[in-house]
């Protein structure tokens, strides 16, 4: 009986947290380069019960002659074990800014060990040290003519260094080059990575590497093809409908497990006032 109560209390939780992560996605819909996570729930190790000392386990009742069930496994309930980013593209929005700059997918190679596409990213120099990674290519010009993201981190070119500008009359190419009258005096760093699922996702659409090394640089990765379009930020691919049903579905769960541990409750609280009164 009390174990039942760890089992169910183990869905509740893991309801709950789905619910909080599919939150977290509805409420960046709207933000540009969100990309939306993902959950996967699994079960705890199955138990094997087995007989402690020598005594043997009855398979058959003494008076009425009737096969007992045998002692077998055991669920010990589930868990949210992981959640990862859905790397897809998010559609783009017209802004007319210069400074706004989407990063368009082209062919990115499939990794051979988790069967999944590539992932390319703008780099960031990163505050503390190294650099970050992002998809939300809402930029602006500060005080001095850096080129930063909305938190003031540095967008970085091919070389890894601040690009610098006087002002926003530019443009950039579809390679990623950017041209002040007509002259090329930068390109923007973009970066890929194989296994995007290993990467760290931080606040403010931001990732970071598992032990802070770089990324390579996508211009030197081969089999990779990508476009930039000026005027353009990515959207998140957060799909509102489906995360709207995925949210409802895991309320329900939720209550179904609640329902089941009130019906526990009242079976111990039987079990507590009425077995074994003398009457």
Known sequence: MFRGFNTVASGMIAQQRRTELLTNNMANANT????ADQSTIRSFPDMLMSRLGPA???TENPISGKKLSTVGGISTGVYMSETVALQTQGQLQQTGLNTDIALI??????????GQSGALFFRLEHPTEGEAYTRNGNFTLDASGFLTNASGLYLLDDAGQRIQLQNDDFRV?????VFVDDVAVAQLGVSY????????KQDNGLYRTEDGTELPSA??????????QQGYIEGSNVDSAKTMTELMSAYRTFEANQKILQAYDQSMQKAVNEVGRVN
């Open 105 to 114: 997918d082209g062919v990115l190679p499939v990794d051979a060990e988790s």
């Open 193 to 200: 990575a194989a296994n995007p699922d290993r990467l760290l």
């Open 219 to 228: 211009y030197n990765t081969g089999d990779v093809s990508f476009a930039m």
């Open 56 to 58: 043997k386990i009855p």
């Open 32 to 35: 540009p380069g969100f990309k």
């Open 173 to 177: 190419g579809d390679n990623g080059q």
